[in-house]
């Protein structure tokens, strides 16, 4: 059997996924192939932040409020494609732990243009009363649209979502794709598919293909814990980012939350370990110590992200091969940016319209 598809997208991650759905938005026909799992890389966490303040200084994020308001817009519209919630709209607060911290947050706030109701500074004593027990010296900000995701949960829904919509997803399979104009052509179990176009949205392997050997990729090693409180429920419903972040993806009524993450740039193997165990414990220490006194640690997942030099993701189309792009890069942020740049990038493709410098493949590759 022959399969014929405008596009092919590999890894079915956050990047691959939006694209798909950006893609088939625009009525086209794709197609998805992920070598493991859906959302088994890197993009799977089990808990993350959608939050528009980042860095220790708390800085808003490139095209923030557009960013934002793609993901959130996702994350409502296939959420009937699961069976348990994946995501919750409970905020994000974000103590300073140091008066350096503090004096860095509290500039950065007063010099930003923030929308109405996105982003408070509190004072240290406002803090500690919406969150008993946590470390905080002089203030810091609470994110009113802070959005906690279970992002592994999110991506199944959207694969089912995609499904649904007639884009073709085939698991399992790692690919040898031959360059045959104006085709690219893959061989699968009997079936041979056609793409006029080919995505590269692999992530971390994308390192390992020869194509992509010229990007300054820098690959990261990411691990989340979930802790079981053991004394009853918590005493919050938010999420907080201080060292790492908590994501808080059950609510009070609950007795687990997920601490992340480490940021190792030099690792032996892509397991969790013991390393990230002990780093995790220690950075919930210093944020809430008495919870972390009386926390276990029931599971360990980690992943392994690409960076680039200006920590944005890398978008466009090979400087050889007019038909042959990648969509990587998205880092620790690829829930905040995913889906708006899945669209810019679809955009670009049907339409022609400009891709915007700071993410585009050219500051990497030049004009070919």
């Not at 392994?304 to 050889?320: D, F, I, Q």
Request: aromatic share 10%; net charge negative; charged share 25%.
């Amino acid at each position: 059997m022959s399969l014929t598809f405008d596009y092919c997208i590999l890894g079915a991650g956050l990047a691959g996924l939006s694209l798909a759905d950006s893609l088939q938005q625009q009525g086209l026909e794709v197609c998805v192939i992920e070598k493991g799992e859906i959302g088994s890389g890197a993009s799977g966490t089990p808990g993350g932040l959608v939050n528009p303040a980042t860095g220790r200084r708390a800085t808003k994020s490139w095209k923030a409020e557009a960013c934002y308001e793609a993901i959130a817009k996702n994350l409502q519209k296939v959420s009937s494609y699961s069976d348990t919630p994946y995501f919750r709209n409970n905020g994000v607060l974000r103590p300073a732990i140091t008066p350096k911290m503090a004096g860095k947050m509290r500039e950065r706030y007063e010099e930003t243009t923030w929308n109405e109701g996105w982003c408070h500074w509190m004072s240290e004593q406002e803090i500690k009363e919406k969150h008993p027990g946590i470390t905080c010296v002089e203030g810091g900000l609470w994110l009113p649209v802070g959005i906690s995701v279970d992002a592994g949960r999110y991506l199944q829904a959207l694969a089912s979502y995609l499904q649904e919509k007639g884009v073709h997803i085939i698991t399992g399979l790692k690919p040898e794709p031959v360059r045959s104009s104006p085709y690219w052509e893959i061989d699968h179990d009997g079936h041979h598919i056609q793409t006029k176009n080919l995505v590269y949205a692999t992530g971390f392997g994308t390192l390992s293909v020869d194509y992509w050997k010229d990007i300054d990729f820098h690959p990261i090693k990411g691990q989340v814990a979930t802790f079981r409180f053991e004394s009853g429920e918590l005493n919050f419903d938010h999420s907080i980012s201080s060292l790492g972040y908590i994501a808080n993806l059950k609510g009070k009524e609950e007795h687990t939350f997920i601490q992340g993450s480490t940021y190792e740039h030099d690792f032996d193997d892509i397991q969790p370990s013991a390393f990230g165990r002990d780093y995790l414990r220690k950075r919930l220490r210093r944020t809430l110590p008495v919870l972390e006194e009386d926390s276990e640690i029931v599971s360990q997942w980690a992943g392994v992200r690409v960076s680039t030099p200006n920590r944005k993701p890398v978008l466009g189309r090979h400087p050889e091969f007019d038909n042959l792009h990648l969509f990587a890069g998205l880092g620790s942020k690829g829930l905040l940016y995913g889906k708006f740049l899945a669209d810019h990038y679809a955009d670009h493709l049907v339409n022609g319209t400009d891709l915007f410098e700071e993410i585009s493949i050219q500051r990497m590759v030049g004009n070919g």
